[in-house]
């Protein structure tokens, strides 16, 4: 099996360095690359294509979120943000940005390699203090009226594709997915894969939010 290939992007030297030789003392794991800055981030992830990006989201010249966003454009989706529970402004432009999961800074080391590890595999991966953070305030913009987003077209999506969904919003793993819905895990990533699409989302937690607002919908209309 290849080795996953990974791309770290931080403005701090020590804090790269750091991060290298974590991710370089794991089996199966090659960094292929680092980056100073999020223009540096974005230049090598468009040349490299590495499997993961470790993106810090406070960076000079062009920050993690921005960067995110044009590397998700470029097709490099696995993103993984590093952040703190102080800035959710990058937080939830990473979100909306594509990122593929979230992780804070002071993760352990084999919390890190382990999400690296999960985002290769096509899974999302997210600290659950920052899950409930972000569904919690996505959870409450979607009562506001003012500033509701659009119906989740479920229309789009086949009988399958919505008990997928469904998954993502409780924050499944593709094989814990694939063991729930008895199908293979290589066909559950077909299913993410074509409900980001056909949804025009850019990540899984994108996802599960939308799952979440369906069920929230569903309830009220339950209790009204």
């Given at each position: 099996?290849?080795?996953?290939t990974?791309?770290v992007?931080?403005?701090?030297p ?8 974590i991710l370089?003392?794991?089996p ?10 999020g223009?540096?981030a974005v230049?090598?992830?468009?040349r490299?294509?590495p499997?993961v990006?470790l993106?810090?989201?406070r960076?000079?010249?062009l920050?993690?979120v921005?960067?995110?966003?044009e590397?998700?454009?470029?097709g490099?989706?696995g993103?993984l943000?590093l952040?703190?529970?102080d ?5 939830f432009?990473a ?9 804070l800074k002071?993760a352990?080391a ?5 999400a690296?590890?999960t985002?290769a ?9 920052v899950?409930?953070?972000?569904l ?14 659009s119906p989740?077209?479920l229309?789009?999506?086949?009988a399958?594709e919505?008990d997928?969904?469904?998954?993502l ?16 895990e290589?066909t ?5 894969s074509?409900?980001?699409?056909k ?7 994108e996802?599960?939010?939308a799952a979440?607002?369906v ?10």
């Amino acid at each position: 099996m290849s080795d996953i290939t990974v791309l770290v992007a931080d403005d701090q030297p020590a804090v790269r360095a750091g991060l290298v030789l974590i991710l370089r003392s794991a089996p199966g794991l090659e960094v292929v690359g680092e980056a100073a800055d999020g223009a540096e981030a974005v230049e090598a992830g468009l040349r490299l294509r590495p499997d993961v990006v470790l993106m810090d989201l406070r960076m000079p010249r062009l920050d993690g979120v921005a960067a995110t966003r044009e590397l998700v454009a470029g097709g490099v989706r696995g993103v993984l943000a590093l952040t703190t529970f102080d800035l959710d402004e990058y937080l939830f432009g990473a979100l909306r940005a594509g990122a593929a999961g979230f992780l804070l800074k002071d993760a352990s080391a084999g919390e890190l390699i382990e999400a690296v590890r999960t985002v290769a595999r096509g899974d999302g991966v997210v600290a659950p203090q920052v899950t409930r953070r972000v569904l919690g305030a996505f959870a409450g913009a979607a009562r506001e009226p003012a500033a509701a987003p659009s119906p989740v077209p479920l229309g789009l999506l086949t009988a399958r594709e919505r008990d997928v969904l469904e998954c993502l919003g409780e924050g499944l793993s593709n094989a814990a997915i694939a063991a729930r819905l008895g199908i293979a895990e290589a066909t559950t990533k077909t299913h993410v894969s074509r409900i980001l699409a056909k949804l025009g989302l850019r990540s899984r937690l994108e996802a599960a939010v939308a799952a979440r607002q369906v069920t929230d919908l569903t309830r009220d209309r339950k209790v009204t």
